[in-house]
């Protein structure tokens, strides 16, 4: 019988004494309890710069610079991972505090949560309404990153930026309450600011 444990259990486990040490509050919040920094004002939110986006705590490549675009979310949004071997997704109902009446009236309310493989941070959820070529939505904390610019280019280069509202809401904000955004308010049209 397989080892359930060990299929979950990520490659590196870090002394959390010596991440809160080398972490920021935040940092430490998101990527080790799993909560949501505050929307539009992070640090990677508006950021454009060529480069790779890797994991806080153990430093595996995660985002491409390629892949991100906005998605109206307040949080980065990539279309892609870079590996899909360096992620662990599972599903999450957290955001509904398991409000077992909430999920069954509206089962979209699961959310399906993104961690690193490596070391097992929390990095934020993905949805299926993201753009072509993949339709996902990896809504990410800029806590749970950090950004290593592009050599080649010397990180000067803004990338193009892709626009794709999100339809399918997300975390609602630091206290992480699911929240579904109204169709009505919603442009699918796909547009390159």
């Given at each position: 019988?397989?080892?359930?444990?060990?299929?979950?259990?990520?490659?590196?486990?870090?002394?959390?004494?010596?991440?809160?040490?080398?972490?920021?509050?935040?940092?430490?919040?998101?990527?080790?309890e799993?909560?949501t920094?505050?929307?539009?004002?992070?640090?990677y939110?508006?950021?454009?710069?060529?480069?790779?986006?890797?994991?806080?705590?153990?430093?595996?490549?995660?985002?491409?610079?390629?892949?991100k675009?906005?998605?109206?979310?307040?949080?980065?949004?990539?279309?892609?991972?870079?590996?899909?071997?360096?992620?662990?997704?599972?599903k999450?109902?957290?955001?509904?505090?398991?409000?077992?009446?909430r999920?069954?009236?509206?089962?979209?309310?699961?959310?399906?949560?993104v961690?690193?493989?490596?070391?097992?941070?929390?990095?934020?959820?993905?949805?299926?309404?993201?753009?072509?070529p993949?339709?996902?939505?990896?809504?990410?904390?800029?806590?749970?990153?950090?950004?290593?610019?592009?050599?080649?280019?010397?990180?000067?280069?803004?990338?193009?930026?892709?626009?794709?509202?999100?339809t399918?809401?997300?975390?609602?904000?630091?206290?992480?309450?699911?929240?579904?955004?109204?169709?009505?308010?919603?442009?699918?049209?796909?547009?390159?600011?």
């Open positions: 019988m397989p080892d359930i444990r060990k299929s979950i259990s990520p490659n590196k486990e870090f002394d959390k004494n010596k991440l809160k040490e080398r972490l920021t509050p935040t940092q430490y919040q998101v990527t080790q799993h909560q920094e505050k929307q539009f004002s992070n640090q939110y508006k950021h454009r710069e060529a480069g790779v986006y890797k994991c806080i705590v153990c430093g595996i490549d995660q985002f491409s610079s390629q892949t675009y906005n998605s109206g979310s307040g949080w980065p949004s990539f279309y892609d991972v870079m590996d899909k071997q360096n992620i662990r997704c599972r999450d109902a957290s955001g509904v505090g398991g409000n077992l009446l999920i069954i009236a509206d089962p979209s309310l699961i959310r399906t949560e961690s690193c493989k490596e070391c097992g941070s929390h990095l934020g959820h993905v949805f299926e309404d993201g753009p072509k993949t339709g996902q939505r990896y809504c990410v904390n800029s806590a749970s990153l950090d950004f290593k610019a592009d050599e080649v280019q010397g990180g000067d280069q803004d990338e193009p930026l892709l626009s794709c509202p999100a399918l809401g997300g975390c609602g904000g630091v206290d992480g309450v699911c929240q579904r955004v109204s169709k009505m308010a919603i442009n699918k049209e796909q547009s390159v600011v």
